[in-house]
């Protein structure tokens, strides 16, 4: 019976007694929870330096094409259109027959012209039979001084007249000539303005428009630059880093709108003498061959001028974040925790974003696990040190 009983109370005891270190668990739980929660995992991200890089700069600008040459075609003479000798868009070359008045006034006006010089030529074979018959009746003093020398001065107007004569006729025999209208540059020309029949307006007032013509090749590529970027220039030039475009033809690199590299090459030829006060901007100008009469006048592309050569970091453009209306790129600080770092963008080279702000050269920037949600600034990560390499060589090189 006591042996039951001593049992009984030492089953008590033990459970007594893991009742009170469970009790002591839960509360020295409640007491840290710290202890209860392990750290979460660092994320992995591959990180590298920015490249160091010697190269060539290239400042982007929109703009559009221009002709070299442009001429307004206006008849020189008047009188009604009697043949259009071109199809309208095509190529024409300087000299070839383009309209054609109706040249009937004109060529009467030239045989009137030849009949006048024979009559003012008539009138001077007899004033000069005059006066030779005059000159021995002189010598003999049958006849005065006075008469002979009326005599000589009417032979004098008569040759005038001729020369005056002579004159209108080649005046009426440019009027012919003009009756055709000609191409005075080579180019391509526009549609007509007027058709057949129409009467033309000729002379230097109020002439009236019959096409346009403007040359292919070579092609004006004109674009406008800011302020800040001329004294950029200006400064470039001063220290003889780079020569103005005034003085040097600076190349240059022109990309349509439907092309990922700047396939079209050339070279400055002008730079405006003054500012436009309203934009505050200057106007350049580059002139391109244009063999395959690919650029047309008034097509819009982008241009990219040498801007100097420069030692710049490199960085891949799958770093680079849009944060609203500014770029960034992720940072690994020495405590390996991502820092949100701003940067200004420059152009593309060898593949990859040259960055003109921003960054350091022990800079350790993320180049992969950006993509990566998690990935946000203030976030500690487990970096991989990896390596920026150019990808590929670009029209730019």
């Not at 009983?5 to 007491?31: E, G, K, P, Y």
């Not at 490249?51 to 700069?57: C, E, G, R």
């Not at 003093?141 to 006729?169: D, H, I, N, W």
Request: hydrophobic fraction near 40%.
């Amino acid at each position: 019976m006591q042996t039951g009983i001593s049992r009984h109370n030492s089953q008590c005891r033990h459970s007594v007694a893991m009742a009170l270190m469970v009790a002591i668990a839960f509360m020295t739980s409640q007491a840290d929870p710290a202890r209860s929660q392990t750290a979460p995992p660092a994320f992995p991200v591959t990180v590298a330096t920015p490249l160091l890089k010697h190269i060539k700069t290239w400042d982007e600008y929109p703009g559009r094409f221009e002709a070299v040459a442009r001429v307004e075609l206006r008849p020189r003479v008047s009188g009604y259109v009697d043949q259009v000798n071109f199809k309208e868009g095509s190529t024409v070359k300087q000299g070839d027959l383009l309209f054609t008045l109706d040249k009937r006034p004109f060529e009467i006006a030239v045989e009137s012209a030849k009949a006048e010089v024979a009559r003012a030529k008539a009138q001077v074979d007899f004033a000069k039979a005059d006066v030779d018959r005059a000159a021995p009746l002189v010598e003999s003093k049958a006849l005065s001084e006075q008469v002979f020398e009326q005599r000589r001065s009417t032979l004098g107007v008569a040759e005038a007249q001729v020369m005056s004569a002579a004159a209108q006729l080649r005046s009426a025999q440019l009027n012919l000539e003009w009756a055709e209208v000609r191409a005075p540059i080579s180019g391509r020309i526009s549609d007509k303005k007027i058709d057949v029949g129409n009467l033309v307006l000729g002379g230097q007032v109020n002439s009236t428009l019959m096409a346009t013509i403007v040359t292919t090749d070579p092609i004006h590529f004109v674009f406008d630059a800011s302020e800040a970027d001329y004294m950029r220039y200006a400064r470039l030039n001063q220290s003889g880093v780079r020569p103005s475009s005034r003085v040097a033809a600076n190349p240059v690199r022109v990309k349509l709108a439907d092309e990922s590299e700047w396939s079209h090459e050339g070279v400055m030829d002008f730079v405006d003498n003054a500012f436009n006060q309203r934009s505050g901007t200057i106007r350049g100008r580059a002139i391109l061959s244009n063999k395959d009469d690919l650029l047309t006048p008034g097509l819009f592309a982008r241009i990219a001028l040498y801007g100097g050569d420069v030692d710049a970091f490199l960085i891949p453009d799958t770093a680079i974040i849009s944060d609203q209306a500014r770029k960034i790129v992720y940072t690994v600080n020495a405590d390996d925790v991502i820092a949100a770092t701003p940067v200004t963008l420059g152009q593309m080279y060898e593949g990859l974003r040259v960055i003109k702000a921003g960054l350091k050269a022990d800079d350790r920037v993320v180049i992969e696990g950006v993509a990566n949600p998690a990935v946000r600034p203030g976030t500690k990560v487990a970096p991989t040190n990896g390596t920026i390499k150019p990808v590929e060589k670009t029209a730019q090189n």
